[in-house]
């Protein structure tokens, strides 16, 4: 019953948090400076041109009616309709005019529903990757607090925490694929193509997860019960592994819902770096293209998994550790 | 009279304290050598930023196409004692170029965590201390702000309005501001059900006189302390903005940008990419060096209270 309630206030809270970043978008997007309709005509069309193909596509209505046509389709489950992708899958450039007003444009739920696995996919293993670097340096750092396992765990976050991500693809890059040429790097044609993007990103999970991980776990096994346990003389081994690092876990799980952000952030540069065919780099193309229908789309559905992630992740929290308030 | 003496000596430790709190923080994190290692570092940086351009006859931006592509000392056989870290594509010297870069960078990352602990704090502060409806309305727009990664909102903003230090600056503060905003209104929170704000409002004290006097110098310093951290990180984004030539424009070097031209020659002349990524990830490890030592004096002081 306090679940239930607990996931209809939070949904609630949700929309209310996806919608406010939808009308942030949507109002920036058409208050910055740089016409998507220049963009579609090209550059030699006269302005009366120009003005026309607006009107038809409604983008010189006052802001609010454009959002609440917007918004009507939005309840359907449509998301409009790309200005620049025809459904073939060709990018039309500026010069060649495709009538953005037809319905021979790409539906921007497709081209985001394309593209959402593989993005999932990279943030799966990159995660992955961070919390198999993270788990062992981060323990032992927590238990060993004055040896050398913390310092190590100290230095390895400063350094990682310091490396420029697009950096270290340009470098891995250049050792992994190029030189040595273990690793596939650009495009996608198969499940390899992930590895060497995955690892740069996890580089910049892991120090979070570590920094974390070593402070909790250190505050646990100071903790009385921890003691208690050793008085009860159950085993090391079972004291931090199902005791103290399952409620060490609870600010873990914690830091994944506030990290996503960076996290996503980080792919989208990789991506874009790797050629990566996911959302980040639909990202790229579409600001520069000014495809407003598509970063809206990729807006809304960002914010809408944040939302989500935080919700599953208290939840996590709630089952892991009851005195958790939900 | 001993009971007098004691309460006349009772509130002249307090003000005591207070300050020594933060210059605890700061002597803790002195004693560890993660904090020297890193503050020499960065001073060093800085000095060597600040001075060798001046000094030089060098330009940063000058192009001399002869002395293109010269590697590093000692590597190689065309190495020259004037380009100590060799030169780019262009022939424009590799170590000016880096420290002019490094110059934005720092000046970009400290003003953005300046104007991001000000706004974020100020909002925090105040919408901790008000309460009620500014509470809810200032932590929803936090909450929408929080779940539009940054790099979206800066690359629809820049990729539009030609990129200038102050629009970069404006851009980063934006994203950046609505986490302490969050951190500021708990501490708020919990400040405002404190004995000594209550007994401030009996004495009749307004709002902006309790906020800005008495509760933001308690507020304040121990988040200051972490937002070192932060300037790393928007360093970081400056570099990520650059190499998506959304940062500081060409000729003025800056770290993402030399680091994206360079991409081209990456077999031939490893050095033109290697090297701004070495001072960068230098300059930011001494930082995070500095700013992880006094987050966890912090914690290790405000968990000992």
């Known amino acids: 019953m306090l679940i239930l309630e607990f996931l209809v206030k939070r949904i609630a809270q949700g929309l209310l948090i996806v919608f406010i970043t939808s009308l942030l978008i949507f109002t920036l997007l058409r208050v910055v400076p740089g016409d998507p309709v220049r963009l579609i005509v090209g550059g030699m069309a006269p302005p009366d041109v120009v003005e026309k193909v607006a009107n038809k596509m409604g983008?010189?209505?006052?802001?609010?009616?454009?959002?609440?046509?917007?918004?009507?389709?939005?309840?359907?489950?449509?998301?409009?309709?790309?200005?620049?992708?025809?459904?073939?899958?060709?990018?039309?450039?500026?010069?060649?005019?495709?009538?953005?007003?037809?319905?021979?444009?790409?539906?921007?739920?497709?081209?985001?529903?394309?593209?959402?696995?593989?993005?999932?996919?990279?943030?799966?293993?990159?995660?992955?990757?961070?919390?198999?670097?993270?788990?062992?340096?981060?323990?032992?750092?927590?238990?060993?607090?004055?040896?050398?396992?913390?310092?190590?765990?100290?230095?390895?976050?400063?350094?990682?925490?310091?490396?420029?991500?697009?950096?270290?693809?340009?470098?891995?890059?250049?050792?992994?694929?190029?030189?040595?040429?273990?690793?596939?790097?650009?495009?996608?044609?198969?499940?390899?193509?992930?590895?060497?993007?995955?690892?740069?990103?996890?580089?910049?999970?892991?120090?979070?997860?570590?920094?974390?991980?070593?402070?909790?776990?250190?505050?646990?096994?100071?903790?009385?019960?921890?003691?208690?346990?050793?008085?009860?003389?159950?085993?090391?081994?079972?004291?931090?592994?199902?005791?103290?690092?399952?409620?060490?876990?609870?600010?873990?799980?914690?830091?994944?819902?506030?990290?996503?952000?960076?996290?996503?952030?980080?792919?989208?540069?990789?991506?874009?770096?790797?050629?990566?065919?996911?959302l980040g780099n639909l990202t790229v193309v579409s600001v520069v293209g000014r495809d407003f229908p598509v970063i809206q789309g990729i807006a809304i559905t960002t914010s809408a998994v944040f939302v989500f992630i935080n919700i599953i992740v208290d939840l996590v929290a709630y089952m892991i550790d009851p005195r958790v308030e939900l | 009279m001993t009971a007098t003496t004691v309460i006349a000596a009772q509130p002249e430790q307090a003000p005591s304290r207070i300050r020594s709190v933060n210059r605890r923080i700061l002597l803790g994190a002195w004693r560890m050598p993660s904090f020297r290692i890193g503050l020499f570092i960065f001073l060093g940086l800085l000095l060597l930023s600040a001075i060798y351009p001046e000094l030089s006859s060098i330009s940063a931006t000058k192009m001399i196409v002869k002395d293109k592509f010269l590697p590093p000392l000692w590597l190689g056989d065309k190495w020259a004692w004037e380009h100590p870290l060799g030169t780019d594509q262009l022939g424009r010297d590799m170590l000016m170029r880096s420290l002019i870069g490094l110059r934005y960078s720092l000046l970009v990352g400290i003003v953005t965590v300046l104007l991001i602990f000000i706004i974020g704090c100020g909002l925090g502060l105040f919408a901790g201390f008000k309460g009620k409806w500014w509470d809810t309305i200032i932590m929803r727009i936090t909450d929408a702000q929080l779940s539009i990664p940054m790099i979206i909102l800066a690359i629809t903003i820049l990729g539009v309005s030609r990129p200038t230090v102050p629009t970069i600056v404006i851009v980063l503060a934006l994203s950046g501001w609505p986490l302490y905003a969050r951190v500021a209104r708990s501490a708020a929170v919990a400040e405002r059900g404190k004995e000594y704000v209550r007994g401030l409002r009996v004495l009749g004290a307004g709002d902006w006189r309790i906020l800005l006097l008495f509760a933001a110098p308690n507020i304040l310093p121990p988040i200051a302390f972490v937002a070192v951290l932060d300037v790393a990180r928007m360093m970081i984004f400056e570099a990520i903005l650059g190499f998506l030539g959304l940062g500081i424009q060409p000729p003025t070097p800056s770290f993402g940008s030399m680091i994206a031209d360079s991409r081209k020659y990456l077999i031939n002349a490893w050095w033109i990419a290697t090297i701004p990524g070495i001072f960068l990830a230098v300059a930011l490890t001494s930082i995070n060096l500095v700013g992880s030592a006094l987050e966890k004096s912090r914690n290790r002081i405000y968990g000992g209270l």
């Open chain 1, 59 to 278: 983008l010189r209505d006052p802001i609010i009616v454009q959002y609440g046509r917007y918004m009507r389709g939005l309840l359907q489950a449509d998301l409009g309709q790309s200005y620049l992708r025809p459904r073939s899958g060709m990018i039309a450039t500026g010069g060649q005019y495709v009538d953005p007003t037809k319905s021979d444009m790409a539906p921007v739920t497709d081209l985001i529903l394309e593209r959402l696995p593989f993005t999932l996919q990279l943030g799966g293993m990159a995660l992955l990757f961070a919390l198999l670097i993270s788990f062992p340096i981060g323990v032992a750092g927590g238990l060993h607090q004055h040896g050398w396992q913390n310092a190590l765990a100290f230095a390895v976050q400063s350094l990682f925490v310091s490396i420029p991500n697009f950096w270290l693809a340009i470098v891995l890059i250049l050792f992994l694929s190029v030189k040595l040429k273990l690793l596939p790097a650009l495009g996608y044609q198969g499940f390899s193509y992930v590895l060497l993007p995955a690892i740069v990103l996890s580089v910049e999970i892991a120090p979070f997860i570590i920094r974390t991980l070593t402070t909790s776990l250190g505050e646990v096994m100071q903790s009385t019960f921890i003691d208690e346990a050793r008085v009860r003389g159950l085993s090391r081994r079972r004291i931090v592994y199902s005791h103290a690092l399952r409620n060490a876990a609870v600010p873990l799980v914690n830091l994944l819902g506030i990290q996503l952000s960076t996290l996503i952030g980080g792919v989208l540069v990789i991506e874009y770096i790797f050629d990566y065919p996911g």
